[in-house]
């Protein structure tokens, strides 16, 4: 065979080598087609999980946002039951000093209701021991009247 391929005129030799890079191109263009389609499948699997990691990352924005709005729902909960608190205990003080006001009033007022009975009492203790000495003076005249008689 070797005497073969001497015998090969240089056209038919030009054209073996350029068969033979012919398929070597070819099997490189094969194997560049694989890796483009290997290539094109991790492409695709990238977009699929860069898809599925937006996704992901728009419901975590979401859970994230209702999460604050929960938190600012339950900050305002809290002001307004610190405000309610406040407004609360200041009616009690108000409440407590009122009652503190009325009790001074009642105080006050009974001490004069028991001044006025004092007083009362002692005008009528006063009546009393008058008519007392206008009865022993009326039976002194009485008598004495009796006696001249």
Do not use: F, W
């Amino acid at each position: 065979m070797a005497a073969a391929v001497t015998a090969l005129s240089p056209h038919q030799l030009k054209a073996k080598e350029a068969a033979e890079e012919y398929a070597k191109c070819m099997e490189e263009l094969e194997g560049l087609q694989a890796s483009l389609e290997e290539s094109d499948e991790q492409l695709r699997e990238l977009e699929e999980a860069s898809t599925k990691a937006g996704k992901e990352s728009q419901a975590a924005q979401a859970k994230a946002q209702a999460a604050q709005a929960e938190h600012s729902a339950a900050m305002e909960a809290l002001r307004a039951a610190q405000e309610k608190e406040a407004a609360l205990r200041k009616a009690h003080e108000e409440e407590e000093a009122t009652q503190q006001k009325l009790a001074k009033e009642a105080a006050a007022a009974n001490a004069k209701y028991q001044a006025q009975k004092d007083a009362r009492e002692a005008i009528a203790n006063d009546i009393k021991a008058k008519e007392d000495q206008l009865l022993e003076a009326s039976t002194k005249v009485a008598s004495a009247v009796t006696a001249h008689a």
